[in-house]
């Protein structure tokens, strides 16, 4: 490099002392950055008599300014983890410290759109709620006639019958605030909590007074305490101890009303029904005809329906359904439209979506031409003794095509109207059921022998074994005479009835009972096979049709049997 000053090629020179290197720019353009020692006095002189020019740059600035940014930074990136970690920390003391705080869920008015009109089926009750929305708007008319309104409203019947919707319109109506929560919500590992969570619950709705407090399945935290074998100081046992003080103990809830839906009324602790807490249990049954009729009238009113449709027919073909239930045919009946790309719900669609609820999906049709003669000597036993047997159900169908679970066919019925209306069961009616359900067994004696048949009838032996067993010791209705040697519900609860599951009844008795059911089973297929075995012409020539169309509506199937539809 000093041969290159000296002979001119170097343009300029820049002194870094604090790196111990010279930048060269030479005259063609190039640079270049060489290092030397410290304290070298050449570079200097060799430039100085060349000519060249040489600047001596300070950085010492520059490096005390970028020690001082690195150092800041650093200083940042520690506080910012400090920071960090003391609003985590913040954070898990505020959990802790609300674990017992109640998180129920406050419905604003805008939201509550449910109106008892949005509530079919269940009359009896929406009035009985009444009172509960007049005490909410017009309390004076009680108060001065120094009436209280129930403090709690138990809402009892089966799942989806309408309890947490009528809830929800009895807030709509009244016009108050609505706090919802279910009783699972309450119960956690640490005991205490629960407990906690319920003054919360309480301390909020008091705050908002009047106002609606409802919660779901309240058989969660409600149960009979000391009904477990362990013991009875648990978590639960706890909740259920404070949310009986705050219903009615020292603290006055005057505004708040308390609505809990379950359906495992019986297994409630006694001091959760007494007066004074939840006074008043409402029953929201099953709809009846009517009911299901206005039920599907609510749920059609946003789905187009063919001008074919009369809801009336198919509130009598649906006994037993709820109201979700119904809502549910509805919603199935309006995804199989779309699927057949029509523009209204007809007939064919909620028929399907009925038989697609009860029986499940369709499945491949049968090709083995003697599984299907079987099948259909079997159906049409069910349904030609039905005929033929007063007290039976109309016959509404017969069908081989099979269903999901292994259904390879399947005989439906006209339910009995005045008997689903009244709910009562006349003994003559039992008989024929249990006639009708070994109608399939015995149509298989008769055309293929006892010693080929199948097990197809496993599940109508299954269902004749029930209803005998419910005739002979609960209903009366045998030799053993008009007592009920048990009761309909024998479910062991926790550990109280687990010494009592022992009958009531002596060995003896016992032995009784089984020789009646058996008198019913044999003495009902006795009489399907007699049926069966006059009619075995009309017989052979219903299964030919029913193999050759697959399905037998009533109408055709009467006039193939030769019989009057009644």
Not at 256 to 269: M, P
Not at 551 to 564: C, I, K, P, Q, V
């Amino acid at each position: 490099m000093l041969r290159q000053i000296s002979d001119g090629k170097v343009k300029e020179l820049v002194l870094v002392p604090a790196r111990r290197e010279v930048l060269v720019r030479y005259t063609d353009g190039r640079k270049a950055t060489v290092p030397i020692l410290i304290n070298d006095q050449q570079v200097l002189r060799t430039a100085e008599s060349a000519g060249v020019p040489l600047t001596v740059k300070d950085i010492r600035g520059d490096q005390a300014m970028a020690g001082l940014v690195g150092n800041v930074a650093l200083i940042l990136i520690v506080v910012l983890g400090l920071s960090f970690l003391l609003r985590r920390s913040a954070q898990v003391a505020n959990r802790a410290m609300g674990f017992g705080r109640s998180q129920p869920r406050v419905k604003p008015q805008d939201d509550l759109t449910v109106r008892f009109e949005d509530v079919a089926g269940i009359t009896e009750a929406k009035d009985e709620l009444q009172e509960v929305v007049t005490f909410l708007r017009e309390p004076e008319s009680f108060i001065r006639l120094g009436a209280k309104i129930p403090r709690g409203v138990l809402l009892v019947g089966p799942p989806g019958t309408g309890k947490t919707l009528l809830a929800k319109a009895i807030a709509g109506e009244a016009g108050v605030p609505f706090f919802s929560m279910a009783a699972s919500e309450f119960v956690e590992l640490f005991v205490g909590v629960g407990a906690s969570r319920v003054r919360d619950l309480f301390r909020q709705a008091k705050d908002k007074s009047p106002c609606i407090v409802f919660i779901d399945e309240i058989d969660a935290v409600g149960r009979q305490r000391g009904a477990g074998i362990g013991g009875g100081n648990d978590e639960r046992e706890q909740t259920l101890n404070q949310l009986l003080t705050e219903m009615d103990g020292f603290a006055d809830n005057s505004g708040v009303i308390l609505l809990a839906a379950t359906n495992r009324a019986d297994v409630l602790d006694t001091a959760l029904m007494r007066p004074g807490r939840f006074d008043r249990r409402i029953y929201v049954d099953l709809p009846d005809r009517r009911g299901r009729e206005a039920i599907l009238s609510v749920h059609a009113r946003s789905r187009p329906l063919d001008d074919g449709v009369d809801l009336s027919d198919w509130a009598i073909r649906t006994p037993g359904f709820s109201g979700a239930d119904l809502a549910n045919l509805l919603n199935e009946a309006a995804i199989l439209t779309a699927r057949d790309q029509v523009a209204a719900i007809g007939n064919a669609q909620i028929e399907r979506a009925l038989e697609r609820i009860t029986m499940g999906l369709t499945a491949a049709p049968l090709q083995d031409n003697a599984k299907k003669r079987l099948i259909a000597y079997h159906e049409i036993g069910h349904a030609l003794v039905a005929a033929l047997t007063p007290h039976a159900g109309k016959v509404d169908k017969v069908t081989l095509l099979p269903r999901s679970g292994g259904v390879g066919g399947f005989t439906r019925f006209w339910p009995d109207e005045e008997e689903i209306d009244s709910g009562l069961l006349t003994r003559a009616s039992l008989k024929a059921r249990l006639v009708v359900a070994l109608g399939g067994r015995a149509a298989e004696m008769v055309v293929f022998g006892s010693g080929e048949v199948t097990q197809g009838a496993s599940g109508d032996l299954q269902m004749v074994s029930q209803l005998a067993r419910e005739m002979v010791t609960r209903f009366g209705f045998s030799e053993l005479g008009p007592v009920a040697l048990e009761s309909g519900g024998n479910e062991v609860f926790l550990g109280r009835d687990l010494m009592n599951a022992r009958p009531s009844y002596a060995e003896s008795t016992g032995k009784a009972i089984d020789g009646q059911i058996r008198d019913l089973a044999k003495h009902a297929l006795q009489q399907a096979v007699a049926l069966l075995e006059s009619r075995r012409s009309t017989m052979d020539q219903l299964v030919e049709a029913l193999i050759a169309e697959e399905t037998l509506h009533t109408e055709r199937f009467m006039e193939l049997a030769g019989l009057t539809s009644a």
